[in-house]
């Protein structure tokens, strides 16, 4: 088939390079000159592990091509993607100015029938509206199709090759006859391609990553209390895990949840709430908890120090709203910098992917490592932000050697207490008992 996408981010790239893979021919487009001429260039202007291989493969095979011309980009797709931002404007709600600006521009391109598909996330009806900017500017008929995505990034390729689900919203035979086609080679072991209306397919998405914030939250909210009262989440989480109901998977505590998707999902599924004049108290309760959550590591540090963090050296290991992506779209670790600076410490900080992206953010209010152990000299503690895998094992004698302090606070719950105790560090972790 030949398919347009419209935005080459973290979803629009990975959805055009992996429906290339299968044999499509994928034009992406992008407003974004450099990055495009980037992507010409054959280089990627993201962190996302295993799209390279596919990126460069499709290309030499003359599959996949880079533009910003919408009019080339779309003039013979059959198909054409909208993965463009939807941004939390000043109340919550998802900011739809860049999927109905560019279906106004694809409207008015557009000569034949195509298939509209809404990868972004966007808010119940967007589909109508949608239909109506296309009524509003052509006569050409055109099917809206509501697809939204579920790839996780950091193992987005998979994701995407393998989905657990497609979720296809539309009411057209037509359209649907055409994304089971496109879709087909994804689900070959058998994961179902659901269809529904769009409205419930739009719901779907929020409702997804809604319940995910959710658990995530809960878990906080239970590491919380095993602080107080003396237990041990870790196995409290084995402990629940364990019954399929609950499942063994995000059940991990942290420093509150972050990324591009679910602080920005959330608060658009309560402000959705809100305008139905519906009191939606669970997801009103996970944004507030989140919020201390993601200081919760800073408190423990003001509290070890006295509230004295000033001159202190701390140095971060970790910056990534997750391990494996360079993403750093409302990352916990940039809300724990903001926070030390206020109080006067001295950062320095390392990440495999993600230090240029923090960079732009905070300039040179920190210093960025070579690597993990370089930051470490002569700092008071260690706070660990992102679960890389690199973290997990590190030489606990250099660690101990370079630093100051043995002071180690882990906002992801990386090592055994028993090897905190044996190498002599203090350790103060979530929802576990503080070694000192
Ligand atoms: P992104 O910010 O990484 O990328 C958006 C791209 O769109 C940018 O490259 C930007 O330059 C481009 N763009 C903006 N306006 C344009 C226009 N008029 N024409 C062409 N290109 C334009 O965003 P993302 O993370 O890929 O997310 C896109 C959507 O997918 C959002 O609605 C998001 O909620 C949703 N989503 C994201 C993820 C994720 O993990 N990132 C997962 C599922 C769903």
Same mark, same amino acid.
């Given at each position: 088939?030949?398919?347009?996408?419209?935005?080459?981010?973290?979803?629009?790239?990975?959805?055009?390079?992996?429906?290339? +893979?299968?044999?499509?021919?994928?034009?992406?487009?992008?407003?974004?000159?450099?990055?495009?001429?980037?992507? #010409?260039?054959?280089? !990627? *202007?993201?962190?996302?592990?295993?799209?390279?291989?596919?990126?460069?493969?499709?290309?030499?095979?003359?599959?996949?091509?880079?533009?910003?011309?919408?009019?080339?980009?779309?003039?013979?797709?059959?198909?054409?993607?909208?993965?463009?931002?939807?941004?939390?404007?000043?109340?919550?709600?998802? =900011?739809?100015?860049?999927?109905?600006?560019?279906?106004?521009?694809?409207?008015?391109?557009?000569?034949?029938?195509?298939?509209?598909?809404?990868?972004?996330?966007?808010?119940?009806?967007?589909?109508?509206?949608?239909?109506?900017?296309?009524?509003?500017?052509?006569?050409?008929?055109? &099917?809206?199709?509501?697809?939204? +995505?579920?790839?996780?990034?950091?193992?987005?390729?998979?994701?995407?090759? %393998? *989905? &657990?689900?497609?979720?296809?919203?539309?009411?057209?035979?037509?359209?649907?006859? !055409?994304?089971?086609?496109?879709?087909?080679?994804?689900?070959? #072991?058998?994961? *179902?391609?659901?269809?529904?209306?769009?409205?419930?397919?739009?719901?779907?998405?929020?409702?997804?990553?809604?319940?995910?914030?959710?658990?995530?939250?809960?878990?906080?909210?239970?590491?919380?209390?095993?602080?107080?009262?003396?237990?041990?989440? $870790?196995?409290?989480?084995?402990?629940?895990?364990? $019954? /399929?109901?609950?499942?063994?998977?995000?059940?991990?505590?942290?420093?509150?949840?972050?990324?591009?998707?679910?602080?920005?999902?959330?608060?658009?599924?309560?402000?959705?709430?809100?305008?139905?004049?519906? /009191?939606?108290?669970?997801?009103?309760?996970?944004?507030?908890?989140?919020?201390?959550?993601?200081?919760?590591?800073?408190?423990?540090?003001?509290?070890?120090? &006295?509230? #004295? !963090?000033?001159?202190?050296?701390?140095?971060?290991?970790?910056?990534?709203?997750?391990?494996?992506? /360079?993403?750093?779209?409302?990352?916990?670790?940039?809300?724990?910098?903001?926070?030390?600076?206020?109080?006067?410490?001295?950062?320095?900080?390392?990440?495999?992917?993600?230090?240029?992206?923090?960079?732009?953010?905070?300039?040179?209010?920190?210093?960025?490592?070579?690597?993990?152990?370089?930051?470490? %000299? =002569?700092?008071?503690?260690?706070?660990?932000?992102?679960?890389?895998?690199?973290?997990?094992?590190?030489?606990?004698?250099?660690?101990?050697?370079?630093?100051?302090?043995?002071?180690?606070?882990?906002?992801?719950?990386?090592?055994?207490? #028993?090897?905190?105790? /044996?190498?002599?560090?203090?350790?103060?972790?979530?929802?576990?008992?503080?070694?000192?």
């Amino acid at each position: 088939m030949k398919i347009a996408v419209v935005g080459t981010g973290y979803v629009g790239l990975v959805t055009g390079t992996c429906l290339a +893979e299968t044999g499509n021919t994928v034009t992406c487009v992008d407003i974004n000159e450099e990055k495009v001429k980037m992507m #010409q260039a054959f280089k !990627l *202007p993201i962190y996302e592990p295993g799209l390279d291989l596919l990126f460069h493969r499709n290309i030499e095979q003359g599959r996949l091509k880079f533009t910003t011309n919408l009019a080339d980009a779309i003039s013979d797709a059959q198909i054409i993607y909208l993965a463009l931002p939807t941004p939390p404007d000043g109340d919550g709600a998802a =900011d739809l100015s860049y999927v109905l600006g560019a279906a106004k521009d694809i409207a008015k391109l557009i000569k034949e029938y195509k298939v509209i598909v809404t990868k972004s996330t966007v808010p119940v009806g967007t589909a109508d509206k949608v239909i109506k900017v296309f009524k509003d500017n052509t006569s050409v008929e055109v &099917d809206v199709v509501s697809n939204p +995505e579920f790839l996780r990034e950091g193992v987005a390729v998979e994701d995407f090759m %393998k *989905p &657990d689900r497609v979720v296809v919203g539309t009411e057209s035979v037509r359209a649907q006859k !055409l994304m089971a086609e496109l879709y087909g080679p994804y689900v070959r #072991q058998g994961n *179902p391609i659901i269809f529904m209306d769009a409205r419930s397919s739009e719901l779907t998405k929020y409702a997804a990553n809604s319940f995910l914030a959710t658990k995530i939250t809960f878990m906080n909210e239970i590491a919380n209390l095993c602080e107080l009262v003396g237990a041990d989440v $870790d196995a409290v989480r084995k402990g629940i895990g364990s $019954d /399929d109901r609950i499942g063994k998977r995000f059940l991990f505590p942290g420093v509150g949840y972050g990324g591009s998707c679910f602080p920005k999902d959330v608060q658009a599924l309560a402000h959705s709430a809100r305008e139905n004049k519906y /009191d939606f108290k669970i997801l009103e309760s996970v944004m507030e908890v989140n919020d201390i959550q993601r200081k919760v590591l800073v408190e423990k540090m003001r509290k070890y120090y &006295d509230g #004295q !963090l000033k001159g202190k050296k701390i140095a971060i290991w970790g910056l990534a709203f997750k391990p494996e992506t /360079d993403d750093i779209r409302e990352a916990p670790a940039l809300y724990i910098i903001e926070e030390l600076l206020k109080d006067g410490a001295i950062i320095s900080a390392f990440d495999p992917e993600a230090m240029s992206n923090v960079k732009k953010v905070v300039g040179d209010k920190i210093h960025f490592g070579d690597n993990q152990y370089d930051i470490l %000299k =002569d700092a008071d503690a260690l706070v660990i932000v992102t679960e890389w895998s690199v973290f997990r094992t590190p030489d606990f004698d250099r660690v101990g050697t370079l630093l100051k302090s043995k002071v180690i606070f882990d906002g992801r719950n990386l090592y055994d207490l #028993q090897k905190m105790i /044996d190498c002599g560090y203090y350790y103060n972790s979530i929802g576990r008992k503080t070694i000192s």
